[in-house]
């Protein structure tokens, strides 16, 4: 296994985030400022780890389509050699991101993948890597405008991982605002409050590298220094495990389903707005947050917590740097099982944390 190994992109990218995880944590410290929980962050590593796991093999599917539309009906030769090609490339991708993220908020089946990078109660660099395992299956369809001006396969993807990168720094409480930047670029203030379940930060800020598509289609807000954020989701995830972090909305959404009294209206749970509901239903949304009242979920994390917790992640990223850099030579079925092995390993330490006597609520 070991003689077919490549190094890819994300073998070296990972250890470099999650060294930079450390380093926010050491400036907090620093500063006084508690801005990190033991469990959030195991969480949202692993999160971050088992989507690269399914996304690593999940998204070849999206980059074979993109080849197979370049191939055929893509219109126009771009040099790979040229700076503009990728300036381009880029903006136009950042464009489109901007459509698949607002997108994964206001339709409720694409939410249902989206809602797990929002499920996070803190906010710091280690959720910036809670991403989602389910949303591969559409988002590359969103960027096929790319694909049908002949934007190459290489490019596409190059861009793509550029864009999220970007959007790792700006997960962070340390960093104020950022004077004149604040006009065009998503910076940690800007992305503060699209984390925030205050009311006037639903639904803003989808900005990927430039806020700019916020200014111009009416969805930007300035973070309120009047108003703290209260971060997370308005029907709290109450859960450790990094498997149920990216399925519980799609039981959700399939208990709306089944109990809808009509087919449009199990279409409409699907479709709409997730807030959507009937007519003649009451609408259950919650109102705004108060920073000082707002329970954040909090369990006990005594020793055999956070070595399991530990243990966990190093033998995940052990496990994926080796998949990472094998993957290529693996076939499909064997990739598929090892995967499944990982979900299972993942599921099996979210239901050792959700044990009863590690459930009593512990307060900061
Ligand atoms: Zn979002
Ligand atoms: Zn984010």
Excluded at 56 to 77: C, D, K, N, Q, W
Excluded at 222 to 247: A, C, T
Excluded at 276 to 295: F, G, H, L, R
Excluded at 302 to 315: E, F, H, K, Q
Aim: contains cysteine; proline residues 4%.
């Amino acid at each position: 296994m070991i003689d077919n190994f490549s190094l890819k992109p994300m073998i070296l990218v990972i250890p470099v985030l999650l060294a930079l995880v450390f380093i926010e944590l050491g400036f907090a410290y620093l500063k006084g400022r508690k801005v990190y929980n033991f469990q959030d962050s195991i969480t949202s590593i692993n999160i971050g780890l088992l989507s690269q796991f399914v996304n690593s093999t999940g998204a070849v599917f999206g980059a074979v389509m993109y080849a197979l539309i370049e191939a055929r009906y893509g219109t126009f030769e771009w040099s790979t050699a040229s700076p503009f090609t990728w300036i381009f490339a880029l903006l136009l991708y950042d464009f489109l991101y901007y459509w698949v993220h607002r997108t994964g908020h206001m339709v409720n089946i694409f939410w249902a993948a989206h809602i797990t990078h929002h499920s996070s109660e803190e906010f710091n660099l280690s959720t910036a890597m809670r991403q989602a395992s389910t949303g591969f299956y559409f988002k590359w369809v969103f960027y096929l405008p790319l694909a049908v001006l002949g934007i190459p396969v290489e490019v596409y993807v190059i861009v793509g991982l550029v864009d999220l990168l970007y959007q790792f720094w700006v997960h962070t409480r340390l960093i104020g605002r950022l004077g004149f930047l604040e006009w065009f670029l998503v910076t940690p203030s800007n992305h503060r409050v699209h984390h925030g379940q205050n009311d006037y930060c639903i639904d803003r800020n989808f900005g990927g590298i430039f806020c700019l598509w916020d200014r111009l289609f009416g969805t930007y807000a300035d973070e309120r220094e009047e108003e703290p954020i209260v971060y997370g989701i308005r029907k709290p995830l109450e859960s450790w495990s990094p498997v149920w972090s990216n399925l519980h909305y799609y039981k959700t959404l399939w208990l709306k389903v089944k109990n809808a009294r009509s087919w449009r209206e199990g279409l409409m749970f699907i479709v709409a707005e997730p807030d959507w509901s009937p007519a003649d239903t009451e609408n259950t949304s919650t109102k705004s947050p108060m920073v000082d009242s707002y329970q954040k979920h909090r369990s006990h994390a005594p020793t055999s917590i956070r070595l399991s917790g530990i243990a966990t992640t190093l033998v995940a990223l052990t496990l994926l740097i080796l998949y990472l850099g094998t993957r290529d030579q693996i076939p499909l079925a064997r990739q598929l099982i090892f995967v499944a092995i990982v979900i299972g390993l993942f599921a099996g330490i979210g239901k050792v944390w959700s044990l009863e006597k590690f459930q009593a609520p512990q307060h900061d």
